[in-house]
């Protein structure tokens, strides 16, 4: 047998490690092993690796798929109920209040009172607060923006069964409407920059002060809107002096907001919490109150009319009510 | 006591966060890997560092573990590809005129003395040098064939060559080893 025919039996035994003389020669080598300590090192990283993150077996993965989706779900969740429960508050911010606090009566005297300790209040009670009372919401100049009247969210939140009533935007009581224009001729000067707190105006026209003449020409503009029409603008002005005509009209301002000028940031001056009462038509701002009575003589409630009137004129004794209300019993 | 669990049942499991189905796999397969890898290296710190870096990288890589072959295929795979890098690193590859001044010292003194006359302690001696003479190609394959037990075909997978060439491999360090114990 030539040499290389020994190498290809040698060969072909060693590949399949059948007598194999090659192989039971290396079997005879020592046979070395890892330390006790390299042992312990490899063992101790096998278990650091399936101890801190122990690998998803396909019933795991099928839930870690669910966990974007229910993270998802649960950020939604939390953003409506943040909004539903700030909402209010946040879009009353934007509501429009009078710039100048009238001074013409003691009612007026009271409300800017009222409205001054608003204003001294930090902000974090501020938005523990009602939002924003102005009465109907005063239309920005033609041209812009209406504001989002703040009533439909308070009634949301106090009153439910009124919703209706109040998100259909009834027409605005005109005297009212033109008190607080002449409200806002009155005290011009009392004004400061950006109490006029219509947000969608301020947007559309930046603050600054106005001539008195076109204060009082808007002012006039809005007396002369009929009833249903959307009240007058605010008065932007600072520092002009009195109008005349505005000192001649006297009407009562409403109670839930005065002439203080709030700084821009404080704009949402709200109500003071007092004012809040367990009937539905009491937790309103007075003007709103007014609103709901009117709507019920409206839809033919007039026991339900007269009996809110009567809450309402003990609680606002000095507030002066519009004629058709005055005189009706 | 019910079977023995078979490697990549064992390899499955630790995937799952089976720590004792590691320690089982680890005991059956340390020596096997540390001697292949000893005697490819033949240096114990490198064979230690390489040791440890072979089971690291296969827990690292346990979840993308797939029954396609073998366990111990997979795992001197990677510690065959762990051994060339440091190789490449280390030192650069015996030429054949290297290994054949290897093998000439080797035969030298006691190339006329029969392979029975030799001591065992004298015969693992020689295998060892012989071995580590062999090139690098070829040491590979004598090892992954008598240490792994791997037949041509995996080796031949395993190191990216053919099945012919894994053959001529192994008839070369088999020519070799014979040489050095030849009557």
């Given at each position: 047998?030539?040499?290389?025919?020994?190498?290809?039996?040698?060969?072909?035994?060693?590949l399949?490690?059948?007598?194999?003389?090659?192989?039971?020669?290396?079997?005879?080598?020592?046979?070395p092993?890892?330390?006790a300590?390299l042992?312990?090192?490899?063992?101790?990283?096998?278990?650091?690796?399936?101890?801190?993150?122990?690998?998803?077996?396909?019933?795991?993965?099928?839930?870690?798929?669910?966990?974007?989706?229910?993270?998802?779900?649960a950020?939604?969740?939390?953003?409506?109920?943040?909004?539903?429960?700030l909402?209010?508050?946040?879009?009353?911010?934007?509501?429009?209040?009078?710039?100048?606090?009238?001074?013409?009566?003691?009612?007026?005297?009271?409300?800017?009172?009222g409205?001054?300790?608003?204003?001294?209040?930090?902000?974090?009670?501020?938005?523990?607060?009602?939002?924003?009372?102005s009465?109907?919401?005063?239309?920005?100049?033609?041209?812009?923006?209406?504001?989002k009247?703040?009533?439909?969210?308070?009634?949301?939140?106090q009153?439910?069964?009124?919703?209706?009533?109040?998100?259909?935007?009834p027409?605005?009581?005109?005297?009212?409407?033109?008190?607080?224009?002449?409200?806002?001729?009155?005290?011009?000067?009392?004004?400061?920059p950006?109490?006029?707190v219509?947000?969608?105006?301020?947007?559309?026209?930046?603050?600054?002060?106005?001539?008195?003449?076109?204060?009082?020409?808007?002012?006039?503009?809005?007396?002369?809107?009929?009833?249903?029409?959307?009240?007058?603008?605010?008065?932007?002005s600072?520092?002009?002096?009195?109008?005349?005509?505005?000192?001649?009209?006297?009407?009562?301002?409403?109670?839930?907001?005065?002439?203080?000028?709030?700084?821009?940031?404080?704009?949402?001056?709200?109500?003071?919490?007092?004012?809040?009462a367990?009937?539905?038509?009491?937790?309103?701002?007075?003007?709103?109150?007014?609103?709901?009575?009117?709507?019920?003589?409206?839809?033919?409630?007039?026991?339900?009319?007269?009996?809110?009137?009567?809450?309402?004129?003990?609680?606002?004794?000095?507030?002066?009510?519009?004629d058709?209300?005055?005189?009706?019993? | 006591?019910?079977a023995?669990?078979?490697?990549?049942?064992?390899?499955?499991?630790?995937?799952?966060?089976?720590?004792?189905?590691?320690?089982?796999?680890?005991?059956?397969?340390?020596?096997?890997?540390?001697?292949?890898?000893?005697?490819s290296?033949?240096?114990?710190?490198?064979?230690?560092?390489?040791?440890?870096?072979?089971?690291?990288?296969?827990?690292a890589?346990?979840?993308?573990?797939?029954?396609?072959?073998?366990?111990?295929?997979?795992?001197?795979?990677?510690?065959?590809?762990?051994?060339?890098?440091?190789?490449?690193?280390?030192?650069?590859?015996?030429?054949?005129?290297e290994?054949?001044?290897?093998?000439?010292?080797?035969?030298?003194?006691?190339?006329?003395?029969?392979?029975?006359?030799?001591?065992?302690?004298?015969?693992?001696?020689?295998?060892?040098?012989?071995?580590?003479?062999l090139?690098?190609?070829?040491?590979?394959?004598?090892?992954?064939?008598?240490?792994?037990?791997?037949?041509?075909?995996?080796?031949a997978?395993?190191?990216?060559?053919?099945?012919?060439?894994?053959?001529?491999?192994?008839?070369?360090?088999?020519?070799?080893?014979?040489e050095?114990?030849?009557?």
């Amino acid at each position: 047998m030539s040499g290389n025919e020994k190498l290809e039996r040698e060969l072909e035994s060693f590949l399949r490690e059948d007598g194999s003389r090659t192989a039971a020669l290396y079997r005879k080598l020592p046979r070395p092993e890892p330390d006790a300590s390299l042992d312990a090192a490899v063992l101790a990283m096998a278990r650091r690796a399936v101890a801190s993150a122990p690998p998803a077996s396909p019933a795991r993965r099928a839930h870690l798929r669910w966990i974007p989706v229910l993270s998802a779900a649960a950020v939604v969740a939390l953003a409506v109920g943040i909004s539903y429960r700030l909402g209010p508050q946040m879009w009353a911010g934007r509501k429009v209040l009078p710039a100048a606090p009238p001074a013409a009566s003691s009612a007026d005297e009271a409300a800017r009172q009222g409205q001054a300790v608003a204003a001294e209040e930090s902000p974090a009670r501020r938005a523990d607060m009602p939002a924003a009372a102005s009465a109907p919401a005063p239309a920005p100049p033609a041209g812009t923006m209406a504001p989002k009247p703040a009533a439909p969210s308070i009634a949301r939140e106090q009153a439910p069964a009124k919703v209706s009533h109040l998100q259909s935007a009834p027409p605005v009581d005109k005297k009212s409407e033109t008190a607080i224009a002449q409200d806002a001729k009155a005290f011009p000067s009392q004004a400061a920059p950006g109490a006029a707190v219509n947000l969608n105006a301020e947007v559309a026209q930046p603050v600054r002060a106005e001539p008195a003449a076109e204060v009082a020409q808007e002012a006039d503009l809005a007396k002369q809107a009929p009833a249903t029409a959307p009240p007058a603008p605010p008065a932007r002005s600072a520092g002009a002096p009195a109008s005349a005509a505005a000192a001649a009209t006297s009407s009562p301002a409403p109670q839930a907001f005065g002439g203080v000028t709030a700084p821009a940031g404080q704009r949402d001056a709200i109500g003071p919490k007092q004012k809040r009462a367990p009937d539905s038509s009491a937790n309103l701002y007075p003007e709103h109150w007014l609103q709901d009575i009117h709507q019920m003589l409206r839809e033919g409630h007039r026991d339900a009319a007269l009996e809110s009137l009567a809450e309402f004129r003990k609680r606002y004794p000095d507030y002066r009510l519009p004629d058709d209300l005055r005189d009706l019993k | 006591m019910g079977a023995e669990r078979a490697d990549e049942e064992l390899m499955l499991a630790y995937a799952q966060g089976d720590a004792r189905a590691f320690e089982a796999l680890y005991t059956r397969q340390r020596g096997m890997l540390y001697r292949y890898i000893l005697r490819s290296v033949n240096d114990r710190a490198a064979a230690d560092e390489l040791f440890q870096e072979t089971w690291s990288r296969l827990i690292a890589s346990r979840e993308r573990y797939r029954v396609e072959a073998k366990f111990s295929t997979w795992l001197l795979q990677i510690a065959h590809n762990l051994i060339v890098d440091s190789l490449r690193r280390a030192r650069p590859q015996a030429s054949a005129e290297e290994t054949e001044t290897v093998m000439r010292e080797l035969d030298a003194p006691e190339a006329d003395r029969p392979e029975q006359l030799l001591s065992e302690f004298e015969q693992r001696r020689r295998l060892q040098l012989v071995l580590d003479a062999l090139p690098a190609e070829q040491r590979e394959a004598f090892l992954l064939r008598v240490e792994g037990g791997l037949g041509l075909e995996e080796i031949a997978r395993l190191t990216g060559a053919g099945q012919e060439t894994v053959k001529s491999r192994l008839r070369y360090a088999l020519a070799k080893i014979r040489e050095r114990f030849a009557q």
